[in-house]
Structure formats: C-alpha cells, structure tokens
C-alpha cells in the first residue's frame, strides 16, 4: 500500500492547535511572535510556543514554525533569534520564503530542517533540486499547480513536496503579490495582507458584464481527489486557515483525516459539511483539473458566515493517548515504572521496596495508584506488573513514581540538542555600477532614444526582437511550459540576446543552459544582503531589488544591486485569465483593458505567457526629479519598468530622467520611511 501523506493543519491558536489534534492532524503549522505571514493571528512565542510543542508532541503531532516573511538587514540578527528559540522549543521544521534567511539559519543550525514555504513561489522541478542544494527538506509547491505537473514534480523531486489541498486560494501567485503593500501600506510578504482580491472592481468600457469581483476565488478542495493525490506520493497535504476558527480546523481536519484512512474521495454530504465549515460559495479544483475559468469566482455571503456561525462550538480536546505501563516490584531492588506511548518508551525508577509489616502490596491497589492519569490525555491500555510478595512501598512514593514517568514521558528527546555554529556576517562581493536597465512590454517601445539611454533592454521571451538585448522570463515557468520556453531561449541567444531577466529559482537553470547571463529580477524579493550573497554564488551577478525596501533599506543592501526608479511595479501575476472575465482576446491585444476600484482607482492589466495576466499599478513610480537621494544612498544602477506608455511617452521618461526634472501628474515615490507617498506633480518641490 502507498503511505498515506501527512496531514498538515493550521493552528492559528492555542484552542485551534487542540482542533486541529482532535480532528486527527498529524503535523501542524503555526507562527511565532514575528515574520511569519499571518500577523494577526494569535500566534505563540515564548512559553507558548514551548507549550504548544509539547502538547502536540504528547499526541504524535509534528509542529512546523512559519518564518516565512521578509527580513532587512537591520532585521536579520532578529530573524536568526527567532529561528533559535523555535528550534530549542523543539519544533521539528522551520517554514521559510527568504532565502538570505533561509542561508543565515543553515549557516547557524545546520541540523535545522527547512521547508520552502509557498511564498518562495516553489512550481517545477527545477525549483525543488535547486533547493535541495541549498538545504531544503521540502517544497510547498504552487497552489496553481496542475495534476500533471505535481505528478512530473513529485515523481522526480530530490525532496518532499508539500501541497494545499483545502482552504483559501489567493488570486496571485504566492510570493508574487505586491497588491495590498505599495496600494495599502500593508505588506503580505510581512504578513499583513489587507486582501484587496476580494474587494469589487469594475471596468470601464467592457464588452461583458464581467464580474464584480473578478479578483476574489472560491476556496480550493481536492477533497474529490484523495485517492489520486495519495497514488501520487505527495508527502503531505496542506489544509489553509491559520486566521479561521477552532470549529473549522477541527471539522476540516477530521473529514480529511477519515478520507485519508479511508482512501477514498469526499461524498456530497462530506462536501457539504466541508463547505458549511467555510467557502466562498462552494469550492474549485481549478488549477488541479486544468480548468481554469470563471466557475472558480466566489464572494463569501451572508448565508456562508450563518451556517459557519452554526457549527458546533469547539470545547475543547478530547482525544485521550493510550499508555501501555510495565511495573517491576520486587526485593532488594528499585521499583521500577516503564510507560509507552507508541512512539516512546520511558522508564524511571524509585525506591527499594520494604518488607511489609502489617498489610503488603496488593496488584489491585499498585494498578489503583499508578493508573491514575486524570487531568491528563492518558488512559490506561494495557498494564503488567511484576510484584514481589510480602513488600511494602508508601502511596505516596507510587504516585511520584507515575509523575515522573509522566514528565519524562513528555521531555523532548535528548537528539534534539540544538546545535549552533558561530554566524560571521556575509558580505557580497559585488559592487553596484552605474548601469541603466529597462524592461519593455512591447518591442514599440524601444525608441531610439531608449537604444541610446539604456545599457540593458529587456523585452518578454516571445516579443524578442535585435533591438533587445536581453530577454525577460515568464514569472511562471511549469515544467509543462518548459520545452517550448527553452526552445524560445534558445533561438533568442542566436538572435543576439545576452542577458535574461529572470524571477524565480526554478527558472536559473534555464538562463545559464542558454548561455545567457542572469539579471535577477524584482520577483525574487531580495531585500537582504545574506540573499545577494546567496544569489552570487549560485551565479547570478546581478540584482533588482524588491520595490518594498526604503531608500536606506535599499542602501544597507549593497552590492551589485539596482533599484526600480520609474514604473508601474507589477501588483499580482494571475495564473487565472481576469482579461477573459471582463474583455475579449481582441482587447487583450490592445493592452487597454483595466479594472477600477471603490475609489475609482484604475488597475491596468496586462497579458503574460499564455493567458496568464499581471496587474500593475495605478501609478508608476519615478524618481526622476529624486535623483540626489538615490545618489545620496549609493543606488546607481537603476531599473525602468514601461509597461502602458507609448513610445513618445517613454522618451518623455528618459527626457526627464537626463533633464533631473518632474513628470506630470501622480507618482509613487521611493521614500525614506515605511509608508507610500502619493505627489502631486504641481506641490513637487
């Protein structure tokens, strides 16, 4: 028989932690007290975290900590603080996105197992041996991902593959949403995602009645493809909801649980009570099955939150472990308790029975005594005793006997120690130069202006023409797309391409097969120097830093780094085609479709690899009458994104960029505080 995946649950609490170990979990995913992707979730530090781990330990249950956000520089010392406590806690992995943390963690606790968590944007095979190098356990694949393609993935991954298999579907690819962070001030790859996907948008001029909201997803569930998933070999399943209730953990775990053990799919009713649990109206299994279309849309109603507020109120855990207890009794030697719990096996000792002088032990009351496990999840399965006749042994020494048993029972394992190594900062060998790089939409777009100004132009793998000389990768590459997209590589190189922008792991290998030299992209959401430093020894020698960082952010970084200093930054890479839900092809083609928010706030979306879609910006982002603080910070490499402008428009942009001088109307500033500046040209000083 195929072993059964591990079943992952979340556990946003102490009271969903105990849901998700009475409806059966086997491993749970929780965050501590910083940089993991669910601030607000009740979380555990300290002692709570330690708690925590023992209790789900009592049960069999692994518990894996999420560190998986971004880190600064100035953040980094804290970051490793925090993977340190964890692991003394005794968590058995560490969830994380950055790989500069990622780095720094390995480089203090290299017996630390590390799993790349899906904001580090994990889809193909590529992917997953690359982060078997770097020291990585496990893979959280891509919630988009298709049948076919975690199958190839799964059969022929170096490690793990964990997969979502239950709960939210954000409408961006993880790790590629930049929505909620430059629009709202609220960074989901810090953990404080606003969630502007299920807001209602509209859409001037459409030629469909569309959707009112075209961004937000039904909640996934593959509770139908159960046997498929466990024939596959996936190492574990993944059920999302560490912001949802205790009720909900507890019901959906234990449907998974019966379905796993049962090796069979969801019937309607399960489906039912799975969905009474929580959805969106219903669910989808979109991206697994292929079809991806707009029966995946869904709102939560009204009539969704009533029946969830129906389920019956989680009162805590009632599960109990059955304890097999081996007593030895007997003169001129320590008494003696072993207590096993189907994982471990304890013995502790006491003292030397004596001989009894009115009423000696009796089997019924060394049974009564060392039995009584109340207050606690322990019931009794099988005892055996060995007892010597005529001793005696005081009550009272029984019972020390059976709490100390207990509390070694409940220790961590002595092959937990933590291991640490000294951590000496790392440096990257790089050093900024003074390159001025441009990503185009279109080949129209490169002026001959913009042949003049820039050093390095990018245009997208299918538009390359010669007046490119690099070329820009998909920000999604399955192992599906890979043939047709290492045959365009190719035959770009032949054309005169030199240089690739790329935006994902899995991706790097595909550049350097191709003889091309790798610019890493944005997407890669560096925003510390332990990723450059990562970064260079894989080979990549270049780096456009995440739009997130301030200016000082952006200078404590260093080495051969740029910063984007004018565009609209791309806010989501949709794997669902929103264009199809509101437009037409033809429209597609024209790059004019756009959705517009409450405040009437326009969104330009435009087409990808395939039908695929990004959303970008409403305003772009220049500096060009700034150029004296990014002087002042050091950053003279400096990248352009031209998505929507027009070729007299991008001459405008580098016009005023050579000139020092302001662009009409608003812009988005890179500012030397946390928040996001929106100038009006007119009050620009």
């Known amino acids: 028989m195929k072993r059964l995946p591990e079943l992952l649950c979340p556990a946003g609490s102490p009271e969903s932690l105990d849901a998700a170990i009475e409806g059966g979990a086997d491993a749970v995913y929780l965050g501590g007290a910083a940089f993991n992707a669910r601030m607000n979730a009740k979380n555990f530090g300290g002692d709570a975290l330690r708690s925590a781990v023992l209790r789900a330990h009592t049960f069999g249950v692994k518990v894996y900590l999420t560190l998986n956000t971004l880190a600064t520089d100035r953040e980094l010392p804290a970051f490793v603080d925090s993977a340190r406590d964890a692991l003394a806690a005794g968590v058995d992995a560490l969830i994380v996105a950055d790989l500069g943390g990622a780095a720094a963690i390995r480089r203090a606790f290299p017996t630390a197992e590390l799993h790349a968590s899906t904001q580090a944007s994990g889809h193909n095979l590529s992917m997953a041996k690359q982060l078997a190098?770097?020291?990585?356990?496990?893979?959280?694949?891509?919630?988009?991902?298709?049948?076919?393609?975690?199958?190839?993935?799964?059969?022929?991954?170096?490690?793990?593959?964990?997969?979502?298999?239950?709960?939210?579907?954000?409408?961006?690819?993880?790790?590629?949403?930049?929505?909620?962070?430059?629009?709202?001030?609220?960074?989901?790859?810090?953990?404080?995602?606003?969630?502007?996907?299920?807001?209602?948008?509209?859409?001037?001029?459409?030629?469909?009645?569309?959707?009112?909201?075209?961004?937000?997803?039904?909640?996934?569930?593959?509770?139908?493809?159960?046997?498929?998933?466990?024939?596959?070999?996936?190492?574990?399943?993944?059920?999302?909801?560490?912001?949802?209730?205790?009720?909900?953990?507890?019901?959906?775990?234990?449907?998974?649980?019966?379905?796993?053990?049962?090796?069979?799919?969801?019937?309607?009713?399960?489906?039912?009570?799975?969905?009474?649990?929580?959805?969106?109206?219903?669910?989808?299994?979109?991206?697994?099955?292929?079809?991806?279309?707009?029966?995946?849309?869904?709102?939560?109603?009204?009539?969704?939150?009533?029946?969830?507020?129906?389920?019956?109120p989680f009162e805590g855990l009632t599960r109990s472990i059955p304890l097999r207890l081996s007593a030895r009794i007997v003169a001129d030697a320590p008494?003696?308790?072993t207590l096993t719990n189907g994982v471990r096996s304890v013995t502790v000792t006491g003292e030397i029975p004596m001989a009894a002088i009115n009423v000696p032990l009796t089997r019924e009351n060394v049974e009564r005594n060392l039995s009584k496990f109340g207050g606690t999840p322990y019931t009794v399965q099988e005892f055996s005793l060995e007892l010597g006749?005529?001793?005696?042994?005081?009550?009272?020494?029984?019972?020390?006997?059976?709490?100390?048993?207990?509390?070694?029972?409940?220790?961590?394992?002595?092959?937990?120690?933590?291991?640490?190594?000294?951590?000496?900062?790392?440096?990257?060998?790089?050093?900024?130069?003074?390159?001025?790089?441009?990503?185009?939409?279109?080949?129209?777009?490169?002026?001959?202006?913009?042949?003049?100004?820039?050093?390095?132009?990018?245009?997208?793998?299918?538009?390359?023409?010669?007046?490119?000389?690099?070329?820009?990768?998909?920000?999604?590459?399955?192992?599906?797309?890979?043939?047709?997209?290492?045959?365009?590589?190719?035959?770009?190189?032949?054309?005169?391409?030199?240089?690739?922008?790329?935006?994902?792991?899995?991706?790097?290998?595909?550049?350097?097969?191709?003889?091309?030299?790798?610019?890493?992209?944005?997407?890669?959401?560096?925003?510390?120097?332990?990723?450059?430093?990562?970064?260079?020894?894989?080979?990549?020698?270049?780096?456009?830093?995440?739009?997130?960082?301030?200016?000082?952010?952006?200078?404590?970084?260093?080495?051969?780094?740029?910063?984007?200093?004018?565009?609209?930054?791309?806010?989501?890479?949709?794997?669902?085609?929103?264009?199809?839900?509101?437009?037409?092809?033809?429209?597609?083609?024209?790059?004019?479709?756009e959705i517009t928010d409450r405040r009437g706030v326009s969104f330009p979306i435009l087409r990808e690899w395939e039908h695929r879609n990004v959303i970008y910006n409403s305003l772009p982002t220049n500096m060009s009458d700034r150029q004296e603080l990014l002087d002042r910070a050091g950053i003279s490499a400096r990248h352009f994104i031209f998505s929507t402008e027009k070729a007299d428009g991008v001459d405008r942009v580098i016009r005023a960029f050579s000139s020092k001088s302001p662009l009409p109307g608003q812009v988005r500033r890179i500012n030397e505080g946390f928040g996001i500046q929106k100038i009006n040209a007119k009050n620009q000083k």
């Not at 629009?183 to 459409?206: F, H, I, K, T, W």
């Not at 740029?562 to 989501?572: D, F, K, Q, T």
Request: with cysteine; glycine share 6%; aromatic share 6%.
């Open 389 to 593: 006749e005529g001793l005696m042994l005081p009550i009272s020494r029984l019972n020390d006997l059976r709490r100390r048993a207990i509390q070694a029972l409940e220790e961590q394992p002595n092959s937990r120690t933590l291991e640490e190594r000294p951590m000496p900062p790392r440096k990257p060998q790089g050093k900024r130069d003074d390159r001025r790089t441009a990503y185009f939409h279109r080949p129209e777009q490169i002026t001959a202006l913009a042949k003049e100004y820039f050093d390095i132009r990018f245009l997208p793998l299918r538009r390359f023409t010669p007046d490119a000389n690099g070329v820009t990768l998909p920000p999604v590459i399955f192992d599906g797309d890979l043939p047709s997209l290492e045959s365009l590589l190719k035959d770009a190189a032949a054309n005169g391409a030199k240089y690739a922008l790329f935006g994902n792991l899995g991706h790097l290998k595909s550049v350097l097969d191709a003889g091309l030299i790798p610019v890493g992209d944005f997407r890669l959401n560096v925003t510390n120097r332990e990723s450059v430093c990562e970064w260079e020894s894989l080979g990549v020698s270049s780096l456009i830093l995440s739009p997130e960082l301030t200016l000082p952010q952006l200078r404590d970084v260093g080495g051969n780094t740029a910063a984007i200093v004018y565009g609209r930054i791309p806010l989501m890479t949709l794997e669902k085609c929103a264009i199809r839900e509101i437009s037409d092809c033809q429209t597609c083609a024209t790059d004019r479709v």
């Open 133 to 312: 190098t770097l020291g990585f356990a496990r893979m959280v694949v891509a919630r988009e991902i298709s049948a076919a393609d975690l199958a190839h993935l799964v059969k022929h991954s170096p490690i793990e593959i964990e997969t979502f298999v239950h709960g939210a579907l954000c409408v961006s690819h993880s790790g590629q949403c930049l929505f909620s962070s430059l629009v709202g001030g609220r960074s989901g790859n810090r953990g404080e995602c606003a969630q502007p996907c299920r807001l209602p948008y509209a859409c001037a001029d459409c030629k469909k009645n569309g959707q009112s909201y075209p961004l937000s997803l039904k909640d996934l569930s593959l509770a139908s493809h159960v046997p498929e998933l466990i024939d596959l070999g996936v190492a574990s399943l993944k059920i999302e909801g560490r912001m949802k209730s205790p009720e909900y953990v507890r019901d959906t775990a234990r449907i998974w649980r019966r379905l796993l053990d049962e090796n069979r799919a969801a019937t309607p009713e399960e489906i039912r009570a799975l969905a009474d649990a929580f959805s969106r109206g219903g669910f989808t299994d979109g991206y697994y099955t292929d079809r991806i279309d707009r029966r995946m849309l869904g709102i939560r109603s009204d009539a969704d939150k009533s029946i969830s507020r129906e389920l019956a």
């Open 335 to 337: 008494a003696c308790l």
